[in-house]
């Protein structure tokens, strides 16, 4: 699976912005597609995951409320809608996809399951 992430830039607090992942290579609906994110020093965070076929979602502590994943199968694109955003929230932004295994779905919060990744897009929040 190839994935391209876009739509990161500079806000300031309180904005919104919204991250699309295009994924091309999807073989079939048995996939998890999922945003992590990776501040400068740091190990990459879990975000959002969003199961391909049924779309059940899971979320991060840190952004539960204020970010919503989404997909549209049609278009084979995922997106990330980032609301209220936060200096924390300042981090490179990878989208990532993995077979919809039960691996996975025990640990949907780790990068291990996940095989591929994205490039990343750079999101920075000004205080």
């Known amino acids: 699976v190839q994935l391209q992430a876009s739509g990161g830039g500079l806000v300031q607090a309180g904005d919104s912005l919204r991250l699309p992942c295009t994924a091309s290579?999807?073989?079939?609906?048995?996939?998890?597609l999922g945003w992590f994110r990776q501040a400068p020093g740091t190990e990459r965070v879990f975000v959002a995951a969003?199961?391909?076929?049924?779309?059940?979602?899971y979320y991060g502590t840190s952004v539960k409320g204020r970010f919503t994943i989404s997909r549209d199968n049609a278009e084979n694109t995922m997106y990330l809608q980032m609301n209220s955003l936060k200096y924390g929230d300042t981090a490179i932004y990878y989208c990532?996809?993995?077979?919809?295994?039960?691996?996975?779905?025990?640990?949907?919060?780790?990068?291990?399951?996940?095989?591929?990744w994205g490039q990343g897009t750079q999101v920075t929040v000004s205080s």
């Open positions: 990532a996809a993995g077979l919809l295994t039960s691996d996975l779905l025990n640990n949907y919060y780790s990068p291990a399951p996940y095989d591929d």
């Open positions: 290579g999807l073989t079939s609906n048995k996939y998890a």
């Open positions: 969003i199961t391909w076929n049924s779309g059940r979602t």
